[in-house]
T-cell receptor
Framework: EAGVAQSPRYKIIEKRQSVAFWCNPI?????LYWYQQILGQGPKLLIQ????????DSQLPKDRFSAERLKGVDSTLKIQPAKLEDSAVYLC??????????FGQGTRLTVV | GEDVEQSLFLSVREGDSSVINCTYT??????LYWYKQEPGAGLQLLTY?????DMKQDQRLTVLLNKKDKHLSLRIADTQTGDSAIYFC???????????FGAGTQVVVTP
């Protein structure tokens, strides 16, 4: 079974630029999560989708972050404009039913 | 601060047992998890325990849950150099599967 795929693995951008990350969850997993992991901290949930609907986006900085999951399969997370404090690893995870969540390898973003 | 708290660092000698501790705050948590993260990698689920259990054993891993004290521990028997990583404790806080993570415990295994 293929795992959660994320791209790119690494991205370096200047502050005020925009960036997008892509996630392809495990086939058939209805629930998809985006987590932000700042260096030295545990992951924090940004947004959660159930199929193509948003379940929880209470921690998403909506003035600069946006996410979509068209057709209930893969998802993109966008930051526009980026700030220095957005430097982090962005992790995508997916889950089917009541089973555990599986995580992708993440995208490491550096904002300079 | 974090709702889930862990000690930040643990050093252990190869062959010894490691014990990583975690305290959580949400008494309604249904599942508690242990994830492993190696450098440059995503999170790998090691094991989880349902909140009505006290203990779960899975090969070299033993999870103990004290629900009264909201304390969770992970014991790794016969620790190997490949066990060097950051270990995250997480609680599932809602029916949608949202996870609240601790800051992670870095485990260093020395020969």
């Amino acid at each position: 079974e293929a795992g959660v795929a994320q791209s790119p693995r690494y991205k370096i951008i200047e502050k005020r630029q925009s960036v997008a990350f892509w996630c392809n969850p495990i086939s058939g997993h209805a629930t998809l999560y985006w987590y932000q992991q700042i260096l030295g901290q545990g992951p924090k949930l940004l947004i959660q989708f159930q199929n193509n609907g948003v379940v929880d986006d209470s921690q998403l900085p909506k003035d600069r972050f946006s996410a979509e999951r068209l057709k209930g399969v893969d998802s993109t997370l966008k930051i526009q404009p980026a700030k220095l404090e957005d430097s982090a690893v962005y992790l995508c995870a997916s889950r089917a039913g009541s089973t555990e969540a599986f995580f992708g390898q993440g995208t490491r973003l550096t904002v300079v | 601060g974090e709702d889930v708290e862990q000690s930040l660092f643990l050093s252990v000698r190869e062959g010894d047992s490691s014990v990583i501790n975690c305290t959580y705050t949400d008494s309604s948590s249904t599942y508690l998890y242990w994830y492993k993260q190696e450098p440059g990698a995503g999170l790998q689920l090691l094991t989880y325990i349902f909140s009505n259990m006290d203990m779960k054993q899975d090969q070299r891993l033993t999870v103990l849950l004290n629900k009264k004290d909201k304390h969770l521990s992970l014991r790794i028997a016969d620790t190997q150099t490949g066990d060097s990583a950051i270990y995250f404790c997480a609680e599932r806080t809602d029916s949608w599967g949202k996870l609240q993570f601790g800051a992670g415990t870095q485990v260093v295994v020395t020969p």
